[in-house]
């Protein structure tokens, strides 16, 4: 019990604070030369070319038959420069790939200098932490951008990369720059993950391993990989046309994705699942999951059981389970400012519970600390300092405020009410009619928005009107035609008219089963006219189609509105 007391500190940590671990079975490989990127472009599926100096992509190789050799990531450091990021596996792999095709080319493939040890840092406060640790360094603000820095006269590399679900960087370092490094995060509170923990971080986060989860008998899009590491629209490269082909006419018949177990027992390994006799996929890396306080497994399954949130009833190596597939990863990613609200709104219930205000004023400097302009904590804060007549360091938050947001009322409002409590008459004065000020110009600039608005309108109207006429002479021809329901379900929606915009839709999900742009609009329509159970079943439906066909943006605003319904008050 006391080491699964550990882990699930370890996995709060991470979730709520900052976590770290060694990457000893991770490598990086620098990359250099005249011809370095040409010759990558003909190798990888990704456009590498496309990447500037501090930037970075997924990316992998793959042979003739589209099966996977090597998953990885590249990070630009230079002009011809760039740092290959892999499992150490998949790097032996990945440097004998390349080192065989090279020929006359000026590419050379060397560890890089003075990189010993690659040390990983995760959770929401990792950036926050990390930006105290040296003057030199600056944050990497985008998944696989890269900066270098400099600590006691050794320069690392520092790359933005979650492996956990949530905020994380990667520090590419000496191995003297190790120890001091790991001191630092431990004086900052940071946790030593286990690995233990960290397995099943990695398994909430849906990440794949060589080996394990995947190898040299897979095509790439098996993997689930291609949707990050694959330009489609990019030259050629070994493998291009089986992966091109599978895009076009189709999906694999096994695909990577999630399962949530019921009961006590873990799934084993490599275990064949059946659905009434039948083989329909194969389990990979399991783990309980305490987030989601159930067993959670990697597993390949076949496309006709490939849509989420569908419960089956299952063998797996003849015993039976019950399982919900799901889309990967387990854990949705939160943001800096997703934890600021979550930490205001928890300030907010204490504040409410307890007399003692000392608890919710922590949990909103926390706030502060995660997302240093987000507003209603600063006037939260300020309102609870102010109670404890703690006024000069609330008027200090509102100056701050202020300096933040010059147009945020609130902050001079507030001040004006901060002064007169300390009898500072004209200050008081001051900052009310700087308030009316602010509130005036909002007034008239929202005045002028509104006559652009009216006047756009018009014109939007206008042009609206000329193409429902067109749409509506297309579809006497062709009732069923795709883009003249698109058109005119979309400005009907557009306009208001709902029950108009419905039939439209529905026209559209019935004839192309595998547009999710339109599941996403006649879910969203469905919303409108407060059919809730009817849009929740839409976007069920439109999410297992566009996963299947790997459209990225529907998918993820769908998952999105399919949350906010399932976890609305209402």
Not at 93 to 111: A, G, M, N, Q, W
């Amino acid at each position: 019990m006391e080491i699964v007391s550990d882990i699930v500190q370890e996995i709060t940590q991470i979730r709520s604070h900052c976590g770290y671990f060694h990457l000893d079975d991770w490598s990086v490989v620098s990359c250099s030369g005249k011809d370095v990127f040409d010759y990558l472009q003909t190798q990888t599926t990704n456009d590498v070319k496309e990447l500037t100096v501090g930037k970075g992509q997924n990316n992998a190789i793959c042979n003739r038959k589209g099966k996977l050799i090597a998953a990885f990531s590249g990070h630009r450091t230079g002009e011809f420069s760039v740092l290959l990021l892999a499992e150490t596996v998949q790097k032996e792999l990945l440097v004998k790939h390349l080192d065989s095709f090279i020929f006359r080319e000026d590419v050379t493939l060397v560890p890089p200098k003075g990189i010993d040890s690659l040390l990983a840092v995760q959770g929401p406060k990792s950036g926050l932490i990390l930006e105290t640790l040296t003057d030199s360094l600056t944050l990497p603000q985008k998944p696989n951008d890269v900066s270098s820095f400099e600590l006691d006269g050794q320069q690392g590399f520092i790359i933005n990369k979650s492996l956990t679900c949530e905020e994380g960087f990667i520090l590419c370092i000496s191995d003297k720059l190790k120890l001091r490094i790991q001191e630092f995060l431990e004086n900052a509170n940071a946790c030593s993950v286990s690995e233990n923990a960290r397995e099943t971080l990695r398994i909430e986060a849906g990440i794949p391993i060589y080996g394990k989860d995947m190898d040299n008998s897979n095509v790439l899009p098996e993997t689930g990989l291609e949707h990050s590491s694959v330009s489609y629209n990019k030259g050629c490269y070994i493998g291009q046309e089986v992966i091109a082909r599978i895009k076009t006419y189709g999906s694999p018949s096994y695909a990577l994705m999630g399962l949530i177990i019921e009961g006590d027992t873990p799934p084993p390994y490599n275990g064949e699942i059946s659905l009434d006799g039948k083989k329909i996929g194969y389990i990979k890396s399991s783990t309980y999951s305490h987030t989601l306080e159930k067993n959670i497994a990697l597993a390949y399954m076949q496309k006709e059981h490939r849509s989420p949130d569908i419960d089956l009833s299952v063998e797996i190596d003849s015993q039976p389970f019950q399982t919900k597939t799901a889309l990967l990863p387990f854990f949705q990613t939160a943001t800096r400012s997703d934890h600021a609200r979550k930490l205001h709104q928890e300030a907010l219930g204490y504040f409410k519970e307890e007399e003692n205000l000392d608890k919710p004023i922590a949990v909103l400097r926390e706030a502060i600390e995660l997302d240093p302009k987000y507003a209603a904590a600063y006037e939260a804060l300020g309102v609870l300092l102010s109670k404890q007549n703690k006024l000069d360091e609330a008027i200090s938050l509102m100056k701050k405020l202020a300096e933040i947001d010059p147009m945020e009322i609130m902050a001079h409002s507030n001040l004006s009410i901060y002064y007169m409590q300390q009898g500072r008459i004209e200050d008081a004065e001051k900052e009310k009619a700087e308030a009316t000020a602010i509130e005036f110009d909002k007034l008239i600039s929202a005045k002028m928005d509104e006559k652009k608005r009216t006047k756009d309108a018009e014109k939007k109207k206008k042009d609206q009107e000329e193409k429902m006429g067109m749409f509506l002479q297309v579809l006497e021809i062709d009732e069923n035609d795709q883009v003249a329901n698109f058109g005119l379900g979309s400005i009907y929606a557009d306009q208001g008219f709902h029950e108009k915009a419905l039939p439209h839709f529905q026209i559209l999900v019935e004839h192309f089963p595998d547009y999710s742009v339109a599941y996403n609009l006649l879910g969203k329509t469905l919303e409108k006219l407060s059919k809730i159970d009817d849009a929740l079943e839409v976007y069920k439906k439109g999410i297992a189609a566009a996963s299947k066909k790997g459209d990225l943006m529907p998918l993820k605003e769908m998952q999105s509105r399919q949350y906010q319904l399932l976890h609305s008050d209402s």
